[in-house]
């Protein structure tokens, strides 16, 4: 059950966001009363925090499975995009927004990963393309590492890439693309343009 409660409860959270879902919410759409919620959880807080650390050891699992059975550096990157595709078309863009600003917790949760696991794995990425030569052997892994981290949220961001005018995953392929192009060698470029035109996106 337990399981169950974080599964409806992430489905919701990426539908409609944090702030509006309520634990009766929650419980109607379970087909169950809110005193059974509260038997695994004492507080909404506790379920955004549990969806957040499940979204995290997924994310890890993915991120660690795509290293490993990659071809390449550049191929590693393109092996993410399904993932990324999946999340971004399901999950509200105010997500991150609202859980800044009502669930503390949680995000303390999400900047944590994404300083620690998501930047650690950028860099491994950086470093293993210099040692493939296909990306720039002069780049900063560790500099570059850290941009790339903002601005793969940036997309998020209403101010800067308000929703009714742009679409999150179109945003990330673009921004991905100039950032790929921008550390890549020669060599790289080559493989960018063979693995597009295997996976036939618009990056």
Same mark, same amino acid.
């Given at each position: 059950? =337990?399981?169950?409660?974080?599964?409806?409860?992430?489905? @919701?959270?990426?539908?409609?966001? @944090?702030?509006?879902?309520?634990?009766?919410?929650?419980?109607?759409?379970?087909?169950?009363?809110?005193?059974?919620?509260?038997?695994?959880?004492?507080?909404?807080?506790?379920?955004?925090?549990?969806?957040?650390?499940?979204?995290?050891?997924?994310?890890?699992?993915?991120?660690?499975?795509?290293?490993?059975?990659?071809?390449?550096?550049?191929? =590693?990157?393109?092996?993410?995009?399904?993932?990324?595709?999946?999340?971004?078309?399901?999950?509200?863009?105010?997500?991150?927004?609202?859980?800044?600003?009502?669930?503390?917790?949680?995000?303390?949760?999400?900047?944590?990963?994404?300083?620690?696991?998501?930047?650690?794995?950028?860099?491994?990425?950086?470093?293993?393309?210099?040692?493939?030569? @296909?990306?720039?052997?002069?780049?900063?892994?560790?500099?570059?590492?850290?941009?790339?981290?903002?601005? @793969?949220?940036?997309?998020?961001?209403?101010?800067?890439?308000?929703?009714?005018?742009?679409?999150?995953?179109?945003?990330?392929?673009?921004?991905?693309?100039?950032?790929?192009?921008?550390?890549?060698?020669?060599?790289?470029?080559?493989?960018?343009?063979?693995?597009?035109?295997?996976?036939?996106?618009?990056?």
């Amino acid at each position: 059950m =337990e399981q169950r409660i974080t599964n409806k409860a992430r489905e @919701l959270f990426f539908r409609y966001g @944090l702030k509006s879902v309520t634990m009766d919410d929650i419980a109607t759409n379970l087909g169950v009363s809110k005193k059974t919620i509260y038997q695994y959880y004492t507080d909404k807080d506790s379920i955004v925090e549990a969806v957040m650390l499940f979204e995290i050891q997924r994310g890890e699992r993915e991120c660690n499975q795509y290293s490993n059975q990659s071809e390449n550096a550049v191929h =590693e990157v393109f092996m993410t995009i399904d993932m990324m595709q999946e999340m971004l078309s399901t999950m509200n863009p105010a997500l991150i927004f609202e859980m800044q600003k009502y669930h503390p917790n949680a995000f303390k949760m999400f900047n944590d990963h994404k300083h620690q696991f998501i930047y650690q794995t950028i860099k491994a990425n950086l470093e293993r393309g210099q040692r493939e030569e @296909l990306y720039r052997q002069e780049l900063n892994a560790e500099v570059l590492a850290k941009y790339r981290v903002e601005t @793969l949220f940036l997309p998020f961001s209403q101010e800067v890439f308000p929703m009714a005018k742009f679409n999150i995953f179109q945003v990330s392929l673009e921004l991905m693309n100039h950032f790929l192009f921008g550390i890549t060698t020669p060599k790289g470029q080559k493989l960018i343009t063979k693995y597009k035109q295997a996976k036939k996106t618009s990056i």
